[in-house]
């Protein structure tokens, strides 16, 4: 029987898993002179009251495998390696083959890049993955493969995996690579976990580690895949560094042929490229405000900062959703990854998915009231104090200047 | 033509402010109650709109959830708006599920719909967990295609739905035809409120309420013991490391800021 | 030590208030507690030359009152948003939680605490802390006082005796305080506690701390049987408190509160109702009100405010949200129900249905929230009114930058909401103004606004006011129903009371503040005020 199972042996009812559960899924029961933790069903088996227990009293079971076929036949980390309207592989491609190499050096397999790309696609997208770190490139050079439809994308992916079964998969996080990667999972009956900020290998028994957020950011979580493969995870852009490019590297190159029954099924009648705009994700400098600014009446104060210091003006997620801004502003985990020079952040709590998003910030100024306030845990610097009178005259000196 | 259309409706805790307690570094727990994930509110309100749109020919729009029987509340909020019925998987079999387990249960429910569906319109997310797993999984599972990130919906004529979506290259102007699965951007559309004739009707409406049993799902393939994934760790992420505070006045802060971004930006 | 500092240009914002009226002022302060607030008045009674006049002292909140009230004439102000502390808890035996909070603790930051149980426990003691403890394991407080701008400050909001959509069932500010500290001019401070102190008669003995005793007679008039905040609160027999609730900062400075806090109620719905016509929708009202006691609010808009929403909606971004108002509905009464479970909700919610059918509306054409999300809707629609009227009017500042909004603040009793109604069209249909009403209809009480095109527009509505006052006052009614007098409505305080009640309020202030210094120009001219014309 699958569940949450207390050992009562070890229970010493102490409530502590009771006090870390958010969804009120455990509860304390009186049986004869003690008192025993006891599931309820509001449990969604988030592992919050596992780790809580003192005694390690608390453990989620399950039944055996589920899974069909041999897990130790399956070999190797992939990398989906997906390719921009001129046809060039996005970085994120070389941020998860950068990390991805550490982790089958560590694992004592190959990591190999899958490339789809149209006929016409540019010729140097192979030896770039090679020289990122790739020991294989599968590539498919196919009419069908020019635009991004994510069902034959999906279908291609799962007939490869089926054939050379893949230990892991590892997509980015982008839209195309969040629609492709739940397509590949459903098919594959596999596991996979999104826009995870860490990726581990468990020492002990191999599994890929995947950490999130959770909670809203405040709590991370930590999921494997046990029982089924590959084991598939999505990255959003810009957690992982990039690895330099080594151009002594060589490795293999496979080419393959799409099946022939394969067709899209979407037509796409027109395409809007993206406003050139500038965008948070590339600026160099970046205001990024939060709730603690107060109020929408705040904001031309902050866009004003922005404009002195030649700053994008990004922000947090709730302020997208009260319709503040824009959601091309929308900086963290579910909005762009930031990687400016000079980042000030002005009324951000920071939430662990506004965190997840500011990693590759190199200097955070922090401006919040709350002296507790988690943003000043990823600040170089930081002010407490009332942020519209800090920005208010720091916006004067800015003038004067 | 009739139009079947099934909106996938999550229900999530009405805020995603989740507060620590400072003291014992636990999750407060705020005991209200929850509400619809306001992604799948959007999606209801397209599906509405095809309904309006419909001039005359039928559209039926089914609420299906899976979740706590709690949720059955939820659903007969949808039915109050405007759907025309609604199913709720409820059992502890479905408990625990990841998103493959989630889906399977899903497309089981669609499958025991009376009437076949044309049109699976879902949030594009569910706003206490953003995978953005359901939607393109349900595609696979049903095999039928998916739109995700749908921003507008321009559409259903002649079995065929039109949409503007978001792609990584900006926006794409698509078609496809029915059935399919489409997932909504939040902004694509506002849920209209009830009217009290709506409210009134609903409470007569009955909420389907249906075990893994009832549904012919196996429970291998529901909740955790279908879910390939599972949690071996939750933290509280720890602080990395402390910042150097800028004190004194406002005007001295403001004073060693300029300073300060001078020499960043240097 | 507080400090007096002049007031420089970098105070400017505090010589203006909501209303969009500006003052003059030397100087300003901001102190945090009482002591400070002593300290204030002493340093400006010590700078007075000797045998002069000490310094007028303006108090001012969060500032978002609309009779300028917080607007200095002169002297000094005293800014009282850094005195925002709370201060402590407790309960009574019925089980009803009280709360102390420092006068400059806003509206909106006490319900988020209450709400997200963050309250700032700072230096409370442990009988406090023990009945924080039991609130919060317990069902949800909340205050009831709901005035539109939930920036304001409780200080404030106890001055003019604030109210707001659901003082229809709770009644305005006044019922909700049961302590107050109130430092008299001079720097002695009086402690009332509802039910301790009574009038006899018409007679009123106050105590200071310092000892000393008050012997005040009380004005002569009778007030209105309505909503009610013009002038001070009188009657036969009052609770001492009552005279400082709605005294519009004349008579002391309230340092600290004790506010009533109440369980939210377990089920709030909101409907907005849909009428062709205004006729239809005051008929709905007045069959609505005695069948549903569990109203917490009416509230109206008109077809003309409506009408400016609509526009505003296609024109501004910041309203696209806004849900879509059919055109074929020309006003909106708006009703907030409260039960205690959702069964009895279900009933009211079945009556209104057929109320709102028997007055020619659509029960399929309202809006029902019962969501956050929907109540957040609704609210924004209702708050977009007067934001687009304000819209409106800014816009024709651009041509005529003497024009601004003339908002009207009167109720009636309930038998007269027809007659007013009519007197308001009539009039303004003679005068042939252009005009947008909103506000609490199921207190009889609109916010009628005259919008000028130009400045003879301007100058007839203001004789417009005039005349709705003598009228209203006839009617029984009220020229100030919750903004408070202040500065702009004193003239229409003189039309409900006469100049001999006026002179007595005036006498009654000058024994608690024998030099007029607080809140110069509130309620009465200060030469009135001064004993003089």
Partial sequence: MSGLVVDRELCIGCGRCVRACASGGIELVWEGPRKFAQATDACVFCGSCVDACPVDAIEIAKDGPASAGDLASYRDFWVFAQVDAAGHVLPVAFELLGRARTLADARGCRLVALLGEGPAAPADNVDALIRAGADEVIVCRDERLSSLDAEVFAQWICSLARERKPEVILYGATAFGRELAPGVAVRLQTGLTADCTVLELDPATGLLQQTRPAFGGNLMATIVCPAHRPQMATVRPGVFAAPAPDSERIGAVSEVALDAALTSRVRVLEVEPAHDAASVADAERLVVVGRGIGSKKSLPLMRKLADLLGAELGCTRPLVEAGWLEYRHQVGQTGASVAPELLISVGVSGAIQHLAGIGGAKTVIAINDDPEAPIFGAAQYKVVGDCIEVVQALVERLEAK | MSVHIVVCVKAVPSTTEVKMDPKTNTIVRDGRASVVNPFDATALELALRIKDEAAGKPVRVTVLSMGIPDTARLLRDCIARGADAGLLLSDRAFAGADTLATTYALTCGIDALDEPVDLVVCGKMAVDGDTAQIGPELGGALDIPCIADVQELLGVEDGVLRARRATDGGRELVEVALPAVITVAKDAAQLRMPSIAGVLAAQDAEVEVRTAAEVGADTARTGLSGSPTQVVRSFVPERTHEATAIEGTVAQQADRLAELIEEVLR | ?533
């Avoid at chain 3, 009482?34 to 002493?42: D, F, M, Y």
């Avoid at chain 3, 010590?46 to 108090?59: F, S």
């Avoid at chain 3, 005294?247 to 409907?271: F, H, K, N, R, Y």
Wanted: glycine residues 8%; proline residues 5%; aromatic residues 8%.
């Fill in chain 3, 1 to 533: 030590m507080v400090d007096i500092l002049p007031l420089s240009a970098e105070y400017e914002a505090y010589l203006r208030d909501e209303s969009r009226s500006s003052g003059t002022a030397d100087s300003i302060s901001f102190p945090r507690d009482e002591e400070e607030i002593r300290s204030v008045l002493q340093t400006l009674r010590t700078a007075a030359p000797r045998g002069g006049v000490p310094a007028p002292v303006t108090v001012q909140g969060a500032r978002t009152g609309l009779a300028a009230g917080a607007v200095p004439a002169g002297g000094h102000v005293m800014n009282l948003a850094r005195a925002n502390r709370y201060l402590g808890l407790r309960q009574d035996d019925a089980g009803t939680y009280y709360l102390r909070v420092q006068p400059g603790v806003i509206l909106s930051e006490l319900r988020r605490h209450l709400a997200n149980k963050t309250l700032p426990v700072d230096g409370w003691d442990a009988e406090s802390l023990a009945a924080l403890d039991k609130l919060y394991a317990g069902p949800e407080q909340f205050f009831p006082t709901d005035p539109t701008e939930a920036s304001a400050c409780l200080g404030g909001m106890a001055a003019c005796n604030a109210s707001g959509a659901r003082s229809y069932r709770y009644g305005p500010m006044r019922g909700h305080v049961s302590a107050l500290h109130v430092v008299l001019a001079d720097g002695d401070v009086i402690a009332v506690r509802r039910g301790e102190n009574r009038a006899q008669g018409r007679h009123l003995a106050l105590t200071t701390e310092s000892g000393r005793t008050l012997e005040l007679d009380l004005p002569t008039y009778t007030m209105p049987c309505t909503k009610n905040a013009s002038g001070y609160f009188i009657e036969d027999d009052m609770d001492a408190i009552d005279l400082f609730i709605g005294s519009d900062g004349t008579l002391g400075i309230i340092s600290e509160l004790e506010i009533i806090l109440a369980a939210v109620p377990a089920v709030v719905w909101g409907m907005s109702c849909f009428f062709e016509d205004e006729r239809a929708a005051l008929d709905f009202t007045v069959a609505a009100r005695p069948k549903l006691p569990r109203a917490a609010a009416f509230e109206y808009f008109d077809a003309k405010a409506l009408d400016i929403l609509r526009v505003q909606r296609k024109n501004s971004t910041a309203f696209a949200s806004l849900p879509e108002l059919d055109a074929a509905w020309a006003c909106c009464v708006y009703v907030e129900l409260e039960a205690d479970d959702e069964a009895t909700a279900l009933n009211d919610l079945a009556l209104l249905g057929k109320l709102l059918r028997d007055h020619g509306g659509s029960d399929r054409a309202t809006w029902v929230a019962r969501t956050d999300t929907d109540r957040e809707t609704q609210r924004f629609f209702r708050h977009a009114v007067p934001e687009s009227v304000n819209m409106l009017i800014d816009e024709r500042r651009k041509t005529d930058p003497a024009i601004t909004k003339l908002g009207s603040d009167m109720s009636v009793p309930d038998e007269r909401l027809r007659e007013v109604m009519d007197l308001y069209r009539t009039t303004l249909a003679e005068a042939g103004l252009d005009s947008a009403a909103w506000g609490h209809i199921g207190n009889n009480h609109l916010h009628v606004n005259v919008l000028p095109r130009n400045a003879q527009d301007y100058a007839a509505g203001k004789e417009l006011f005039v005349r709705w006052a003598r009228a209203v006052t006839d009617m029984g009614g009220a020229v100030s129903a919750e903004h408070g007098v202040g500065k702009l409505k004193r003239d229409f305080l003189t039309v409900m009371y006469g100049p001999e009640h006026i002179a007595q309020m005036a006498a009654l202030k000058r024994q608690l503040d024998p030099y007029c210094q607080l809140g110069r120009g509130n309620l009465f001219d200060p030469n009135v005020c001064e004993g003089g014309a």
